[in-house]
């Protein structure tokens, strides 16, 4: 015959053992709700953090384009910068040209400094000067 003891120790341990799987049970369920929150959270965070950097640098881009084509701001026109910058860009003289409206061999007579460009082609390529590389290409494409 057994022990009353020791089967009280044992209904007392397998009760004891129900009742923590009975809290773990609630605390996992919770748990795993948290970290759904969280996990959700950051994809929130890091997609405004895209849209502030997007924000950011089309807000720079206009102010840039605000202040270079600025009518009552004098240009300066340098040949070697315009061809380091349609070098940059990665375009022929001709898809250069097409951008400012004007033929490649103009383009190509400016970078060797055999003519200038008037006032209102300084203002059309201070214009260019603000595209980025892929808004430069696919205007020129187009």
Known sequence: MTNIASVFKAEISRIARKEVRSEIDSLRKASAQYRGAIAQLKRDVAELQRQFKRSG?????????????????????????????????????????????????????????????????????AAIRTLGKRAALDKARS
Do not use: C
């Open 57 to 125: 640098r089309s807000a720079a881009a206009q102010s840039r384009a605000t202040k270079e084509t600025d009518a009552a701001t004098p240009r300066r026109f340098s040949a070697t910068r315009l061809s380091a910058h349609r070098t940059k860009l990665g375009l022929s003289a001709a898809a250069y040209g097409k951008l400012v409206g004007m033929s490649g061999a103009t383009i190509y007579l400016w970078e060797q400094g055999k003519s200038r460009p008037n006032a209102q082609q300084l203002q059309q390529l």
